[in-house]
């Protein structure tokens, strides 16, 4: 009966350690949830920023050759 008292207490034990992993690493996907979720918004704004500043150097661009062609 000794031997199957340890060998209770042991798997109680690993689950505890199971479920203790389990915990940090959900706690490790939100973290990278939140992270993945920040750089899509940064992503976001440098694209709407580069589209803005793509856009005014096309205009400065057509008013220098305009310049240039008269």
Same mark, same amino acid.
């Given at each position: 009966m000794?031997?199957?008292e340890e060998a209770m207490r042991r798997l109680?034990?690993?689950i505890d350690r199971l479920e203790s992993a389990s915990a940090?690493?959900?706690a490790g @996907?939100?973290?990278l949830a939140g992270e993945l979720r920040s750089a899509h918004d940064d992503y976001a704004r440098l694209e709407?920023?580069?589209r803005v500043v793509s856009s005014r150097l @096309?205009?400065?661009i057509d008013r220098l050759r305009?310049?240039?062609e008269d």
């Open positions: 000794h031997r199957t109680g034990s690993a940090r690493v959900g @996907d939100l973290l709407e920023t580069t @096309d205009n400065a305009d310049l240039l």
